[in-house]
Structures are given as C-alpha cells and as structure tokens.
C-alpha cells in the first residue's frame, strides 16, 4: 500500500468486514453477510478500493473493478452516494469517463485504478467486458444465468489473481443457487473445479456497531419469516421463491397431443410496453389436470396486434374457446376519444370475458395443482414450448410485505396470464375427492 496513508485505518473494517477482506486475498469468490445490517454495501466499495490500491504497490497499476447493483436507483442509493462522502478527494474523482464512463477512477500517484459503477439491467453489454475484480451487491437478487454471464468478463490481460466478491441476504431470486454455490458447496459440473475458491464470511446485523435503533426497531418489528432471514440470517426458513414445489423435472414435459374432449381456455395477461401474454391450457376431464400448452410474449404491441396475434395462432376449434382476461382491459383510459384495450379486441373478433383477479385465490390454485395427484403426477404440466411461463414459475419470488401474494415488481405476465386461464378451475380439483353427501333419512317426512 502507499505509504502516504493507512488505508486499514481509512477503512476502519469491523472484525467481520476485516475476515471477509482477508478472505478476498485468499479465495477467488468471497460472499459476505448473508442478513440486513453487517455493512455488506459498505465492504464491497471500500475492499474493492483497498484492493486496487493494493495491486498498484505490487506492479498492477491501473486494474479495473465493477460494482454492480441490479439497477441504477439502486447503484446511486447504495453505492455512488456514498462514495462522494466516503472516499476522500485527494485519494481520486468521481466522474464519467470516456471510455469506461461512470465510476471512482484513483489518481494517478496512487496507481490509476478504476471502480467501474455499473447497474446489471442488460447483461449482454458486459459479455466483452473486462474486469480485474467483480463485485455484486446483493447477489441473490440475480439468477444464476447473470452470474454466469458477468463471470466471463472476470478477466484482466496478464494479471493472475482476478476475484468475485458480493453481499446478500437470504431471499432473492437467487437464493437457492448462491446458497449452493457457497454455504452448501453445491456445484454444477462446469464449476466443480472452482468448488474450493469458495467461502462465505456470515456477519450479523450484531456485527456492525454502527447501526441505530430505527433500524434495529425495524428489523424486530418484520413478519417472522423476514425476520429470520435479515435479522438472524437463515437461508432454511425464508427462501424466497413462490412455487417451491415447481421442478423442471415433474412440471415440464415434451409436448404430446391432447384429445379434443378436453375443455381448453385462453388466459390473457395485457401489455403494451410491458410484454403482454396468452397461455392456452387444457384439461383432463376425467382428473382434472392441466396442461399449458402453447404461449404468446410479445411486447410493444398494440391492442389490434395483441388481439390478431392471438387469433392467428389459433386453430379452428381453439377460435370458439373462452378467454379470460385482465380486468384492467376494461378501464377507461381517461380519453373520450379512446377505447378500452377490451372493447379493441372484440371489435378485432377476439370475444373476451373478465379473467378471476382473487391474486391470492388464484396463487392458492396454482400451488394447488403442482402437487401430485393420486396418479402421483402433478395437477398442472407445462409443455416445454412455453419458455416463459416456466420461467417465471422457476424465478418468481413471495411480495416482501405482502408474504402470501408473488412480487409484482418482478417480470410476472406469465404467470398473471395464467392465473386468469385458471378462472374456471377449483383448487380442490382432481387432487381429493369431494365428500359425499347422503340424504337424512328424515328428508320423505318433511311434509309430515
């Protein structure tokens, strides 16, 4: 390091941000926290300038970090705020350079390093970037195809010891696979050989003697589920996702043909913007089951283009079936001289009818239909056709306030799509048989 400062006492590392720093010399991949409260956004802005500063006084001026959040509101909350009251002016500049644009770039006596601040809303821009070290706040915020993606551009030309480090909390779209990847030591095959450069450094939010009561209070005051998770940091109790029974595996299957008693319905989830989404399901009538079998995602379509979309992908028979909708396609949208998104498709020859919007009802189906029935299969298949739907029913997390609803902020038309295809059907179906009623023996003597 320069001997012109102390940068451990600049920092000013609680013992936990202090074993996760060391842990970051010593392991390729570095998680810390893993509650609210430990300092996690903290760490990873100060590691990663202690850590360019540490490579320049040993013959690597001029790496180049990326911070990343998931978006930018967040990137500016947790992150670029905070380095214009931290980071000292001496030390280097917060600005827009022009050709790796927005970040901390270090002056240049103290090696030239960069902190690129970036928001991860497009991976596809970072696949021929290059970093020396990547860091993610809040990791489990992101699948794990994110990972994968921004892991390609962990590299640095003729620089060895490129490294990841993050912070999260247990309850993210990513939960399961960075609770694999590391606390479980889990691995695909195509990590394995990654599977010791691994460690996770748990810190509390005891760990940080810098939080006030306001935030103490508010973590005691959360249901327990969230409680657990931020407040004690357990991966077991709160996991996050919606649909824990939903498997690839036992949901998604080859597409097969399906008879023509079955009864089929269209569920139509509206867009224009925002994708819009139809699902066409089937139903056994002899169980119950269901089967999604063929799916539309579009977005920036018109009312007109949704509703001929629709028609042309169905067939003859499918043309007469029900479809169920948004109620919001019947709103007035304020414009005298405007239709409603409802009146448009009729009037195009897509015949529509108010889909159930009972949003927890209708998660209550769902959940429903994944378990087995007494054939063993489950209540609802998806053909393999429909890539969207499965992922949204592979990704989708609970609502952090409202814990037995999905998070609505997330990419959800999919699956609201489905919910209103499933208006019709009773979440007891084909999974138990209904009582059966008897007539009292008393009833011929009403009269009497």
Known sequence: MSET??????????????????????????????????????????????????????????????????????????????????????????????TLGLGYYINKEYGGGVICLRNIDDTAKYKSAEFALIAIDELTEHAVDVFNIILGSLRWPNFPDTRFIAGSNPDGIGNEWTRNYFIDHIYPEEMRPYSDQFNFVRALPADNNHLDENYWMMLRGLPEDLRRAWLEGDWDVFKGLAFHNFNKAKHVVEPFEIPDYWTRTVGIDFGTNAPFCALWIARNPDNGRVVVYKELYKAGLTDRQQARLILDNSTDEELHIIRFADPSMWN???????????????????????????????????????????????????????????????????????????DTHMDDHAYDALRYALSNVRDYMGHKKLPKIEKSPFAQLERI
């Open 5 to 98: 400062f102390n940068f451990s006492k600049m920092a000013n590392f609680t013992p936990k941000q202090q074993e996760a720093w060391d842990s970051l010399f010593k392991y390729r991949f570095t998680l810390f926290g893993g509650s609210r409260g430990p300092g996690k956004s903290y760490w990873l802005r100060w590691a990663s300038l202690g850590w360019l500063l540490y490579w320049s006084n040993h013959g690597y001026p001029g790496l180049v970090a990326g911070l990343f959040t998931e978006t930018y509101s967040k990137l500016r909350d947790r992150q670029i705020s905070k380095i214009v009251s931290e980071f000292p002016d001496w030390l280097g500049t917060l600005r827009e350079g022009k």
């Open 332 to 406: 007035n949208r304020g414009d005298e001289s405007s239709t409603s998104a409802a009146k448009t498709y009729v009037d195009n020859g897509c015949i529509i009818i108010k889909g159930n919007n009972n949003r927890l009802n209708g998660k209550r189906v769902i959940d429903r239909l994944l378990m087995p029935m007494e054939d063993g299969q489950p209540g609802i298949l998806f053909f393999n056709t429909c890539p969207n739907i499965i992922n949204q029913m592979s990704h989708l997390m609970y609502d952090k306030n409202r814990t037995e609803d999905v």
